[in-house]
Structures are given as C-alpha cells and as structure tokens.
C-alpha cells in the first residue's frame, strides 16, 4: 500500500502541475476578455463624444449663418437709414438698426463660447482616442501572447499526460478510481498528508483509532470529514514531532 501510495502521490504532483498550467493560461485570458470589455466601453464613449462634437459644430454652423443674416440685414437697414427722408421713419430705422445689433452682440458671443466648448471638446476627443488606440494595441499584444502561450503550454501538459499515463498504469484500478473520484469532487489535492494526526486537506484532527490505522499503512484510508485520501509519512510526522510548529 505504501508503494501504491507513493504513486498515486506522483500522479497527482503531475495531474496538479497540468491544472496549474492550464488556470495560468486562463487567468490570463480572462484578463484579455476583460480589458476587450473596457475597451469597448471606451469606443462607446468615444462615439458618444465624437456625436455631440458633431452636434456643436453643427450649432455653431447655424450660429454663423444666423449672424452672417443680422450683418446683412444691419447693412441694409443703414442703406435705408441714409436714403430716409423724414424724421419719423429714421426713428424707426435707427431702433431697427439697434436692434440688429443687440441681435449681433448676442450672436457673436454664443459663437465665442460655442468655439471654446469644441476646442476643449475636440482636445478631450483626441485624448480619448489616443488612450483608446494605446489600449487597443496593448490588448491585442496581450491575447497573442495567450494564444502563444495557450500552444505552448499544449506541449507541456501532453508531454506531463504522457508521464501520468505510465504512473497511473502501476496503480490499482480501484484506488486510482477512488483518487479520480476525489479529484472531480474536490478542488485540488485528492491525497493529502495525516502524518500528523490531521488531514491537511480539511485540517479536522483523525480520530485516534483512524490514525493507528493509517500509521500501518496497509490499507486504503480517507480522511472521515472531506473523503480524500489521506497517508502518513514516517520522516515527516517525525519532522512534526520535533518540530511542531512547522
Ligand atoms: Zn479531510
């Protein structure tokens, strides 16, 4: 049993060293999902900014033709106010005229502040693309680098597959059923260490007639709390002893 233990211990150093590759990968790739998703959350504001730019320039547009309109229209009103001939129509001519130009002044200064919003707009959208283009290259370096590391790692863990296959073949089908079963159950290990009187999977103490047991070592034991199987190890539940809080 010791022996058979001693393998099933191999196997699952092999099995546990696939599994951390594959969740390095992952963790990775999971990584790269996210940060598409904040990227396209940016495009959206960028979009969003970029329409409402367009929606100023086209105000200001309208501005400027409302106001080419007034100039005009003042320029006529001074041709006609140089041509009056009496007094009563040039009083009238004149408020017109005033008129106009209280609607210029008014014009002039939307214009004004309409011209400072779109620089301020205008530099924000810039900025807004820059870090935009910078995380979009930055992103897709980093899923290549997955990709090439999601290939790589193939090699590796059928190579580690390769290995488990010849260790598994020396173990019993029935205990490597037991380990395969815990291994599908439970995250992690499926053989732990009791050689200190406590299942280091679960970390309940045994019960004192367990232990005996498992110090034989002659027979099949799993922890009675988490169902793995556990072992004991002679060197180490003397390390133990000598060295308790270790
Ligand atoms: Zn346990």
Known sequence: MK????????????????????????ERRDKVNADTENLQELAQMLDDHTKALENT???????REELERAER?????KEKLNAVTNSRDYAALEREGENFRKIITAVEADIESLQKELVTAEAK????????????VEIEAARREVD????SI?????????????IAKLIKPQILARYRFIRSKRAGAAVV????????????????????VLQRQNSLECCQNCQRIIYFDAEEAAELHNHPAK
């Open 3 to 26: 022996e058979q233990l001693e393998k099933l211990i191999e196997l699952q150093k092999i099995d546990l060293e696939q599994e951390a590759l594959r969740v390095r990968v992952d």
């Open 57 to 63: 320039k086209t105000i200001l547009g309208t501005k």
């Open 73 to 77: 229209e003042l320029e006529h009103s």
């Open 125 to 136: 959208e810039k900025e807004m693309r820059t870090s935009y283009e910078a995380l979009s």
């Open 148 to 151: 090439e590391a999601s290939a």
């Open 154 to 166: 193939e090699d590796q863990v059928n190579e580690l597959k390769a290995k488990a296959d010849v």
């Open 193 to 212: 260490s009791a050689s200190g009187g406590t299942c280091t999977g679960c970390h309940m103490k045994l019960q004192p007639q367990a232990y005996i």
